[in-house]
């Protein structure tokens, strides 16, 4: 059992399964369910429905929309592979190497002030991808949540006003959320962190999507 108490929600999971999340919080929820089996259980059931919806004949939809939404699960099927497992002693999990060139200790770092370190990440246009390094009792660096922010612990600790997020927990922010983060004393927090102008979700199963859209 993992000590992982804050996962990815349903419609997260089913966004990244569908194909329909942008690169960038792909990278987060590709890390997560390489760390927790409970998401990687939930998110195979997604696929599963979404593999069950295009055998259904049954389903009443117009010719045209019912297109759209296999062309839809295709792409998205075929785009989301199974994140593979991490060795243990790895600090990265194996879909994180791919982008950080390889585990913490390949990772170019910059520092950004107050000993906080980043290092960009490169993926899709509209999502801005870092790794962040923060020493332990120091507060995050600044930002504010205009849009969606998924920050995943993958060394460390850090809390804020209500919570602890340890090594495999993901915060998801949003405008509504005030917080200050701070690193636990004692050890360096190593996160990534994804943000996005507003979320552009297209694609199958709307409805279900909805109210993580309301965000
Ligand atoms: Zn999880
Ligand atoms: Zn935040």
């Known amino acids: 059992m993992s000590d992982i108490k804050h996962h990815l929600t349903d419609s997260l999971l089913m966004a990244y399964a569908s194909g329909n999340l942008s690169e960038g919080f792909g990278l ?11 998401c990687r259980a939930r998110m195979e059931g997604f696929e599963a429905v979404g593999g069950a919806l295009m055998d259904d004949e049954a389903v009443a939809v117009e010719p045209s929309s019912l297109e759209a939404t296999l062309a839809l699960i295709e792409r998205g099927l075929g785009a989301s592979a199974p994140p593979t497992r991490t060795l243990p002693s790895a600090i990265f999990p194996s879909p994180l190497q791919a982008y950080a060139g390889g585990d913490l200790d ?27 390094s923060i020493p332990g009792g120091a ?13 995943l612990v ?55 999507v909805q109210p993580f859209l309301k965000i």
Do not use: Y
């Open 28 to 38: 987060v929820v590709a890390t997560h369910v390489s760390l927790c089996d409970e």
């Open 139 to 151: 507060a995050m660096p600044d930002h504010g949540h205009r849009g969606i922010e998924m920050t």
């Open 106 to 132: 390949d990772v170019n770092w910059r520092n950004v002030g107050g000993g906080v370190k980043q290092a960009i990440l490169e993926t899709d246009e509209e999502t801005s991808v870092r790794l962040l």
């Open 154 to 208: 993958l060394k460390g600790a850090f809390k804020d006003e209500d919570d602890r997020f340890g090594r495999g927990d993901v915060e998801i922010a949003d405008e509504e959320l005030h917080h200050t983060p701070i690193a636990e004393e004692g050890e360096t927090c190593i996160c990534l962190a994804a943000t996005d102008a507003p979320l552009r979700f297209t694609g199958w199963l709307p409805r279900l």
